[in-house]
């Protein structure tokens, strides 16, 4: 039952180590570089863009129907 205790207590203070154990030296930055920031913002731009298109020619549909149901 002594050998008992004492391994425990002694896993108890291996894992306390453990645990307190400085993590390896990794560096804290992303490896990605901060340019694909440019793409996205093309991305958004031509959505926009498009989006704008389909407004425009929507609007430009209904005003036709109008103009042709108004004849």
Same mark, same amino acid.
Not at 2 to 19: Q, T, Y
Not at 32 to 58: I, M
């Given at each position: 039952?002594?050998?008992l ?8 203070f291996?894992?306390?180590a453990f645990a307190? &154990?400085?993590?390896? &030296?990794?560096p804290?930055t992303?490896?990605?570089? =901060?340019?694909p =920031?440019?793409?996205a913002?093309?991305a ?5 863009a498009?989006?704008?298109k389909? =407004?425009?020619?929507?609007a430009a549909?209904?005003?036709a129907?109008?103009s &042709?149901a108004?004849?």
């Amino acid at each position: 039952m002594n050998k008992l205790l004492a391994a425990l207590v002694a896993g108890l203070f291996a894992v306390g180590a453990f645990a307190q &154990a400085a993590a390896p &030296a990794a560096p804290a930055t992303p490896a990605v570089k =901060a340019t694909p =920031a440019a793409p996205a913002a093309k991305a958004e731009e031509k959505a926009a863009a498009k989006t704008e298109k389909k =407004a425009d020619k929507k609007a430009a549909k209904a005003e036709a129907k109008a103009s &042709a149901a108004s004849k």
